[in-house]
């Protein structure tokens, strides 16, 4: 079973920063992508950021330029620094994981459960 757990979400006042971190867990062979979407109240998931094993991020275009999303291939971890944050940045950040799974090398996608980041005006 593989699971990605997420911290640091939480209020934080316009032009605040906040991190989250995901970490995942797991018989993970190798985690091709990892990234964060957002769903706020009444709207669809959107796409935050996103990286690849080799580095390669792309990113929102409402979020580029204040977020920056990192990861540490050894630990199977995944950042996202979130600086001079607006009131419409507030949702629930998900985790996102795609991955090869043990024993059979399977390819899966993985969410985690999800944390709230509030930005208050």
């Known amino acids: 079973q593989v699971q990605l757990v997420e911290s640091g979400g939480g209020l934080v006042q316009a032009g605040g920063s906040l991190r989250l971190s995901c970490a995942a867990s797991?018989?993970?062979?190798?985690?091709?992508?990892m990234g964060w979407y957002r769903q706020a109240p009444g709207k669809q998931r959107e796409l935050v950021a996103r990286i690849t094993r080799d580095d390669k991020t792309i990113s929102g275009d409402s979020v580029k330029g204040r977020f920056t999303i990192a990861r540490d291939n050894a630990k199977n971890t995944v950042s996202l620094e979130m600086n001079s944050l607006k009131p419409e940045d507030t949702a629930v950040y998900y985790c996102?994981?795609?991955?090869?799974?043990?024993?059979?090398?399977?390819?899966?996608?993985?969410w985690g459960q999800g944390t709230l980041v509030t930005v208050s005006s």
């Open positions: 797991g018989a993970i062979r190798s985690i091709n992508a």
């Open positions: 996102n994981a795609a991955l090869i799974v043990l024993p059979d090398y399977r390819s899966l996608e993985v």
